[in-house]
């Protein structure tokens, strides 16, 4: 498997029974032989496996394996040197200064999702061409483990806590999934299904296959939800890995992840003078923090020393985070989470717009609101102070909508019509694949 590349899963039509291979990212599936469209639900997250080879007469044990993949930030402290020379003395004097830093870097990981030290640890190195399949789509494939989801908070805070000036470690997972891999016991050993090869357990094979049979069974598949509007009943479009979908009828907006539909506020930042405009979806986050008064942009200004003169309006301007509601590369994501949380917020937007082009939400809500620390500690201007609190800060999510802002199409780059900001469009296109 190739760092940053998706899996395919291979999936029948629930309709007509057609072979239809998707994106491990799709949400949306399409069958082009009965024009079917539904939606990949589930009540957390997605499940797959990996089919056995072929042939196999022995019970089939499916091994479960946390997939996490995405952006991950770190916050840390740094020494910065300053030097001040004197031309005329020819002497210089250096101070160190301590700082903070974020760096960032994309992240792909996957580790075994059960207590034991004998299994192999991760998946390995899985041939790019395997497709995987959603669980529950053949209920005689054989016995499913259940996973411990305690395993991926202790390893994410495993990171979290580490020391060496490190304050905090950030992940903003695109794809967090259990992908389970195939075993089965023979002449005393455990062999991997797909490869037929006996595991390396270290001779305790026996003891890995009474856990095997002892391990209690998880239960679950993949939801299809007919992709009509809960309000009005129109057809609702979409792009295949759109989280999110947009009546283009009633003009409501819709997540249907959860197996239900839920309403989605959103509104737009109107663009009347051009109709080829392109919508770029960010999330507007109200985040309530603990111990750190930021209630209004007139306290942004004063965090972030902002160049900006102290008005009245700015003291009953709320204060929102903005995220991307779309995958980016890191570096990009955190500048766009900067350019718009610092930006004056637009006051003529407008409820319920129907627009026409809409760049399709990938980054569910969640997952944006974890950018919100790291925005604010890239805005604030004090950054010893920052260091400090840090610890204690605690972030609430009180509200949240999607905010549409016009783009348009300028010599190879999407220009915010209002603001002017360029957005890349081969980072919009290839999302995280950089
Ligand atoms: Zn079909
Ligand atoms: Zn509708």
Redesign the pocket.
Known sequence: MVNGSNFQIEQQCPQCGAPIILDEADRILSCKFCRTRVYLAAEDIFRFYIPPAEGLSETIYFIPYWRIKGLSYTIKEKDMNRERQNSLFSYSISSTIRTIDISNKYFDINFLSLDSKLLPHSLGLRPQAMKLKFMGSNESEGKFLKFSPTLRDNFINDYQTRTGGIHKEIFIGETASVIYSPVYCANNRVYDALLKKPLDLQKRDVEIEQTLISATDEKWHVEFLPLL?P??G?DLPGEKDALIVF?D??H?AWNPSNKNFIRVKYCAWRETKDDNITYLPFWQLKVKIAGFPLETYADLIKVANLPKAPAEVWTKTPFYFFAPAFKLNPALFLRWCRQLTSAPPPNDLIADFPVKKIHPVTLPVNEALESSLLTLVSLTADKRNIAELLPSLNFTLEDSSLVLHPFKVSTGELVHTKLGFPMDMNALNMGTYL
Request: some cysteine; aromatic content about 0%; hydrophobic content about 10%.
């Open positions: 509007c309000d009005c129109a009546c009828n009633c409501t």
